[in-house]
């Protein structure tokens, strides 16, 4: 966590009354608490670039302050920066210790060209300062007819890594594509999210949301392989 202005030191906004009441968690995630007794958040301010809501995919181009941002106390304020690549377990994972191994999602925001380097170990031992862990690179470009994302080999390795797994990728603000392929075959397009969820690979298209949602099958992870939106 860090307050605006590490991040943003030529804006004088992040020094101001609204910025002092949020903050950046990593460098993509703005995060702006309710801090006052009321279902309404205002003086959320944005600095320079794309945001996306996390929770309705809404997009506002900063510098900007929002007003009446309607946040009951389910909802925390969140904007993710375009060109975010993040990495998450699978949905419905509670724990470290339960999360399936074997499968792997990414959040992604495309703009321009990306990328985010995953670390991983055992989660367990100190083994890590004794060299047991690898990491992965994931690059995202944002071509004008198509979006590639490349998963690089992991290298290095831990006790109990898995051989390979699977991936699931959610791409946020773009239209439909006309084509969704992974190493260069076509994956068959779905016509729900609960459909998605049945096949063994595929992509669903939700125009509600403005999210892509592509599922590959199991991946070696000694090799890279590429995922490509084109529209």
């Not at 191994?101 to 321009?112: R, S």
């Not at 862990?133 to 979006?147: L, M, N, Y």
């Amino acid at each position: 966590m860090r307050p605006l202005y590490l991040e943003y030191p030529d804006d004088p906004q992040t020094l101001g009354a609204n910025a002092k009441y949020e903050y950046l968690a990593g460098d993509d995630f703005l995060v702006a608490p309710v801090y006052k007794d009321s279902d309404t958040r205002d003086g959320i301010y944005l600095p320079k670039g794309t945001w996306t809501d996390y929770w309705t995919g809404k997009t506002y181009h900063g510098p900007t302050t929002i007003d009446g941002y309607h946040a009951p106390i389910d909802t925390l304020p969140l904007f993710v920066k375009s060109g975010a690549v993040v990495p998450m377990w699978p949905k419905g994972t509670t724990s470290y210790k339960s999360r399936d191994v074997h499968e792997l999602d990414w959040d992604v925001y495309p703009q321009g060209r990306s990328s985010y380097t995953l670390y991983e170990d055992d989660g367990v031992t100190r083994d890590f300062a004794k060299g047991a862990s690898a990491t992965q690179r994931v690059t995202v470009d944002q071509g004008k007819h198509a979006t590639e994302v490349n998963v690089g080999a992991s290298k290095g390795s831990y006790k109990d890594k898995p051989n390979g797994r699977a991936y699931r990728f959610t791409v946020h603000g773009e239209s439909a594509p006309h084509r969704v392929s992974a190493e260069g075959r076509t994956l068959p397009r779905v016509a729900s999210a609960d459909a998605l969820a049945a096949a063994g690979s595929g992509w669903y298209y939700d125009a509600d949301t403005g999210v892509t949602t592509v599922k590959t099958a199991r991946q070696s992870l000694d090799r890279d392989f590429t995922v490509t939106l084109r529209r």
